[in-house]
């Protein structure tokens, strides 16, 4: 094939970065086709609201969508793939940990569209600012869906599967389990009847700091000036609570050896 | 003594802290006398910009000033207000960790003026928006204080010692902790060649998002829906790398265990 000008999308999966993403691609004039998904709730409210056509069954969608995009939870992928019609259009998944061939096996024309983002129902999100990270089963598909990315993000990039599998497991460390030190600093507040609010600013000029900072310049605290005094009062403060203790003297330990080994 | 309405500071100690304080209040209209810190160039420095006196010795600050702010490093507090002269205005660390008593001994009028944010030299900070958590050895401290506080922040809380040092814990973790997540990820893509900025608007987004969701109900990721799949994934990944996969595994742990049991 030659680099195509995608008009015309078909969506396979309705949950959030699907919602996210068609929002998005609506507003840089692409057209829906067929929007499909085994909720019929979630697909006859998003075929309304995108304008495109419901169906019931993966036979079913339209045969001539410029583009694909499967955007179901990475477990349901193969699934998916195998139930759907042969098709010419460019067929991608959006997911970071599955390698392109969970897909270039079974379509002539297949791709990787990656957004590296967290996105929730409650909130609305500029893609313009989400990195996209995509791949081609040849260089006629990679051009098409950059010139599609283009469209909606001012931040493109080509990886491979094995980079993108990387970059999700990074994802996983600065999303996920930062988070879980979030909600264990909630939990040490509230069992003291202390209120969050009283930590978010501070959690939020931490994110700023490294948009132009590296997180090694960045580091301060008791582990980083080895303050072995503020260090034990933290401890003997987390006597009684196993879990936090371990997150505590596991990170502690961590951050000292990286500066002052 | 009666509240008093603070129109005078002294400076013990020059570093970000004390920096960041200054400056606002310096455009809340308070005037400086003294200045002091252990290094002749900062104190000097410090005391042009601000239009204080610049001292060399503790014993030669100004006895009249209507408050002194001590903001050095935690261990140096008390060697610092061994040494300061006899006053009668209010004296304040600026201490997360430290108890008021560690000065109350020794001054009439003493409280604590706790400013729970990271500050640094590089990046200009708003006080609107950094808590202030006080304590006074006294109501009328207390009270003078808080009227101070609120001429730079919208955001002033009573905490007391045993809340301030929780408070410090609990900031260790979403700050220095977090921070070594950041390092972390960042340390896994510099190996790989990938970079950094591909990270910044997904960690910018995740501190964003505890600003109105809680982070219990704001966790996502493989360990929260038990996908044991892709956790087996990264793990691999990971095999060469003891110190990531220590971390990995008992954040994933405690993950699936709040979400799961």
């Known amino acids: 094939m030659k680099p195509v000008t995608i ?42 609201l995108i304008q495109g056509t419901a169906v019931d ?6 045969l001539y969508s410029d583009l694909y995009l499967i955007a179901v939870p990475d477990d349901q992928i193969n699934k998916v793939v195998a139930a759907m019609p042969e098709v010419k259009g460019i067929v991608v998944h959006t997911s970071g940990i599955t390698p392109l061939k969970a897909i270039s096996t079974r379509f002539v024309n297949s791709g990787v569209f990656y957004p590296l983002q967290t996105f929730s129902k409650e909130k609305e999100i500029s893609l313009t600012n989400v990195p996209f990270c995509l791949e081609g089963n040849n260089k006629e598909v990679l051009e098409s869906i950059e010139n ?17 599998a990387i970059l999700h497991l990074a994802a996983v460390f600065v999303s996920n389990f930062v988070n879980h030190l979030y909600h264990t ?15 978010t600013p501070l959690i939020e000029e931490v994110a700023l700091k490294v948009q132009h900072l590296s997180p090694k310049e960045a580091q301060t605290g008791p582990a980083r000036r080895n303050d072995l005094n503020t260090i034990e009062k933290h401890q ?19 951050i000292r050896k990286h500066h002052h080994e």
Chains 1, 2 share one sequence.
């Open 57 to 62: 069954r993966l036979t079913n969608i339209s």
């Open 185 to 199: 600093a909630a939990t040490i507040l509230e069992e003291n009847n202390l209120p969050f609010d009283l930590l």
């Open 236 to 254: 003997s403060m987390l006597a009684d609570f196993p879990e936090y203790q371990e997150l505590y003297q596991l990170i502690t330990r961590q």
């Open 148 to 164: 599609l990315a283009n469209k909606i993000s001012r931040k493109v990039y080509h990886v491979d599967s094995e980079g993108r």
């Open 7 to 48: 008009q015309t999308v078909s969506y396979i999966g309705t949950g959030n970065v699907a919602t996210h993403l068609a929002g998005g691609l609506g507003k840089a004039g692409l057209k829906t086709d067929s929007v499909w998904s085994p909720h019929k709730q979630s697909r006859d409210i998003f075929s309304r």
